[in-house]
């Protein structure tokens, strides 16, 4: 996969010319011109101490650091971005497990534009999902057997801003994973941000649920520009439902309505959801598969307005 990282600033080629040259100089000039070209040549150095590489990667542990790396990568400026309208695939792959799956999600993959996948597995990826230049962004969550699995945000933009989200399941002690992502938008001063989350699923109550979604909200509050915040959204009771219905309603997000509506369900209820803000859908649609325990949701998004 590919990853965007600034070049590392260097001091500039004529720092060493303006010593060359100062030989011929008087002592006393010579000694001044010296002292001009050291503290530029601190300067150069200092910069390339304090200059980021991009893009700015938030691990699980420092995750409180989010914020701060999002409010940065906002204030960068570019020309080139992820341009709307785009395709966006969300699915969650079930490890994997079925020998057909990469097959079927490589040719998925070719025609989209940003893919949100929850229970992935990394070591599976296909030399074609490769060839496709998307660049992913991996969270590590529940790692069964020494493979690691988790949510992995694919898109044909680099992005800006990687954070790491982690939750804990209330029985089973295990890690639910969020990935958090900025892109820049083409032809825009605005931003795009993504929250690809895999919801806790076995708890009484709906306490540990709550504070999960809670996490990823304030940084989405945060956010002033378009918003896609969806994945395996775990949403089995009415409990549930209604405690990501305040969160999206607060937030001012817009769920992606599916007719006719095969997302995989328990008790009733659909489990995968997309919802957006400062977006709006031209398509969608949900696909019935064999190769994976959920069916994929696919969507058609451009800016408002455009």
């Known amino acids: 996969m590919n990853w965007s990282f600034g070049a590392p600033n260097k001091p500039p080629e004529t720092t060493e010319m303006s010593l060359r ?39 699980a542990d420092q995750s409180g650091q989010c914020a701060q790396a999002l409010s940065k990568g906002r204030q960068l400026t570019s020309i080139d971005g992820l341009s709307t309208p785009f395709s966006l695939l969300n699915w969650n792959v079930e490890k994997a497990q079925h020998p057909d799956l990469i097959t079927e999600f490589a040719a998925y993959a070719e ?29 590590r969550g529940y790692v069964q057997n020494e493979i690691d699995t988790g949510v992995l945000t694919l898109a044909r933009t680099p992005h800006r801003v990687h954070c790491h989200l982690l939750a804990t399941e209330p029985w089973l002690r295990t890690p639910k994973a969020t ?3 900025l892109y820049p938008l083409a032809g825009s001063d605005a931003s795009l941000l993504t929250v690809n989350l895999h919801a806790v699923n076995f708890s009484f109550g709906v306490k540990a649920y709550r504070a999960q979604l809670e996490l990823a909200a304030e940084l989405m509050r945060a956010h002033q520009g378009p918003v896609i915040f969806g994945g395996d959204l775990n949403t089995w009771s009415d409990r549930r439902q209604s405690t990501l219905d305040a969160v999206t309603d607060e937030l001012g997000l817009t769920t992606v309505p599916f007719s006719p509506d095969h997302r995989t369900s328990r008790f009733g209820r659909p489990l995968d959801h997309l919802y957006v803000r400062g977006l709006t859908w031209q398509s969608s649609k949900t696909v019935q598969v064999e190769t994976s325990d959920h069916n994929p949701l696919i969507v058609t998004l451009q800016r408002h307005g455009s």
């Open 21 to 59: 040259s100062s030989a011929t100089l008087s002592p006393a000039r010579r000694l001044s011109v010296t002292r001009i070209a050291t503290v530029l040549l601190a300067c150069c150095v200092s910069c390339g101490q304090a200059a980021e590489e991009w893009p700015l990667i938030v691990t």
């Open 111 to 139: 025609r989209s534009d940003l893919i949100f996948l929850q229970e992935a597995v990394p070591l599976k990826k296909s030399e074609t999902v490769i060839a496709q230049s998307l660049y992913e962004a991996f969270v």
């Open 179 to 181: 990935s958090v992502t």
